[in-house]
């Protein structure tokens, strides 16, 4: 058996004034052929999980073109346009095959095109045709349209934020792709697509943990292939956006269409459930202090790097100087401008610089310091958190140092922090420190949960803010909760607005 796998995969904020191009996608991946089998092989990714399962079936595996970059704006036509023609061109040198794996995202945006994954599927079926089977891996927060599902056999979805079951998707695509071949399932989907968006949320609390619950009680069933609860992407503007849940049985529509209809009525009973607390950063440092056990993780939700924000947001970090703390440490905020200064100061040199702030004053201005060289690095090490385990990070020339009783680790490529590995690479234990402070929303929990001895979340302006109602949306579809009062009836799935909007 012979079948292609590939990867194009961008989370796209429209609200961030930073254009993502091919210098981006090239910063993070840009892998041709075999150079994708030495890159994931023994990675817990998409990536990763189908090659291990093609190699241990004996599976002719064909690695096409790999692609990502780290959240951020809208892409340029002319990016996406190399990159499809890539990802085409080498799937049509592959020749003859049985099924093609493909691990995309979900929520793709590109100059003229809101719905990227819905054409590069289209695309595809137009080179191969219908008869050859087509699986997707898809990330959780995709927006996900009827012609990404009507172009594809099977969607598989994660199931976790933190994404630590990647690796356990690519398998199932695998898998599925194999049954497809021999006739043993005949894929049925059924999409509902609520008016309805949430803030990025962590599944392992509720409610989203019990909404899960009930899809794995349905996934039980032998004739249900999976059950998927997709959370969306609400800090992309395009009529595409919102929660959804895609059904997939074997050879059974309209049970695949019962099951997404219960699972969607569940998720509206808990809607209001989703309104996060909100606490300020100064807030937060106040609820951390009053906690006597360490260490304390503080993560700031609004400037994640993850979510495609600058990464060099200055809020939480102003907020633990004017606080003078003690034993505490900041990782990380992009700055190359001043990675460069104190690379060329050298350790043991005192700088004055102005940190962070230099992409927009959304996030905060820039921070006037004077601050210790205490150790510079590379960025580079291997990752060690359960999403993504193993893969080769590289953060790019970084530096730590010392404002007060702080330890800030200042790097020259954004990033969501993942794990403590880059706070061991600039010689901090976080263990021994009372507050930790990181950039992301949620996937820090896959690797500091088990450390923590309190999370507490922070959050001011910023492109992925847990206030929706900040955002100056202009082009989803109305009505949608939270922003309207929005009256629903999943069967017959109509929407009426009953209160004006609050946005």
């Known amino acids: ?16 004034n930073v254009k993502t191009t091919k210098e981006l996608f090239q910063l993070y991946q840009w892998k041709k052929g075999k150079e994708i089998m030495n890159v994931y092989r023994g990675v817990r990714s998409f990536l990763g999980g189908m090659i291990n399962r093609s190699e241990s079936l004996g599976i002719d595996i064909v690695p096409t073109f790999s692609t990502l970059a780290n959240p951020a704006g809208i892409i340029t036509k002319e990016t996406y346009q190399e990159i499809k023609c890539e990802l085409l061109e080498s799937i049509k040198k592959a020749g003859k095959v049985d099924a093609i ?31 050859v089977p087509l699986i997707v891996t898809l990330d959780l927060h995709g927006n996900i349209t009827e012609k990404m599902v009507e172009n ?12 630590i079951d990647a690796y356990d998707r690519g398998i199932e695509a695998i898998d599925v792709a194999v049954q497809i071949v021999k006739g043993e399932i005949k894929p049925e989907k059924y999409l509902t697509r609520l008016p309805l968006m949430i803030p990025t949320s962590t599944t392992n609390q509720s409610p989203a943990r019990e909404i899960n619950e009930r899809c794995f009680e349905w996934e039980q069933e032998l004739d249900v292939i999976d059950c998927t609860f997709f959370h969306g992407f609400p800090y992309t503007d395009t009529p595409d956006v919102c929660v959804s849940v895609l059904v997939t049985t074997n050879q059974n529509a309209k049970k695949a269409k019962q099951i997404s209809k219960d699972i969607a009525k569940f998720i509206w009973q808990k809607r209001e459930e989703f309104t996060p607390i909100i606490l300020s950063p100064e807030k937060g440092i106040e609820k951390a202090l009053a906690n006597n056990n360490y260490p304390i993780i503080i993560n700031e939700s609004s400037d994640n790097p993850g979510g495609g924000t600058p990464g060099d947001g200055t809020r939480l970090l102003r907020a633990m100087i004017d606080a003078k703390l003690e034993k505490a440490c ?4 992009y700055d190359p401008e001043v990675v460069n200064i104190a690379h060329r100061a050298g350790i043991g040199a005192n700088i004055s610089v102005e940190l962070g702030g230099k992409t927009d004053y959304l996030h905060g201005e820039p921070i006037q310091i004077i601050a210790y060289v205490k150790a510079l690095t590379d960025g580079k090490f291997i990752a060690s958190t359960p999403m993504g385990k193993g893969a080769m990070v590289n ?17 020259s490529i954004k990033s969501q922090v993942f794990d403590e590995q880059i706070f061991l690479l600039n010689g901090i234990d976080v263990n021994e420190y009372k507050l930790v ?6 996937h820090f929990r896959a690797a500091f949960e088990q450390i923590a001895k309190e999370i507490i979340s922070v959050d001011s302006p910023g492109l992925t803010s847990l206030q929706l109602n900040t955002f100056n949306y202009k082009r989803i579809n109305r009505p949608i909760y939270p922003l309207d009062e929005v009256s629903w009836d999943a069967d017959a799935n109509k929407e009426s607005i009953s209160i004006n909007n609050s946005n």
């Open 1 to 16: 058996m012979k079948i292609i796998i590939g990867e194009l995969a961008h989370e796209t904020n429209t609200f961030s």
């Open 101 to 131: 794996c493909l691990s995309l995202h979900g929520a793709g945006v590109v100059e003229e095109i809101d719905d990227l994954e819905g054409d590069i599927l289209v695309s595809v079926r137009e080179l191969v045709g219908h008869t």
């Open 152 to 163: 594809s056999d099977v969607m598989l979805g994660v199931h976790y934020y933190p994404h």
């Open 330 to 333: 900041f990782g990380f905020i």
């Open 395 to 411: 953060y790019g020339k970084s530096v730590r140092l010392q404002i007060g009783g702080i330890d800030v680790i200042v790097c």
């Open 437 to 442: 402070a990181l950039k992301s929303s949620q």
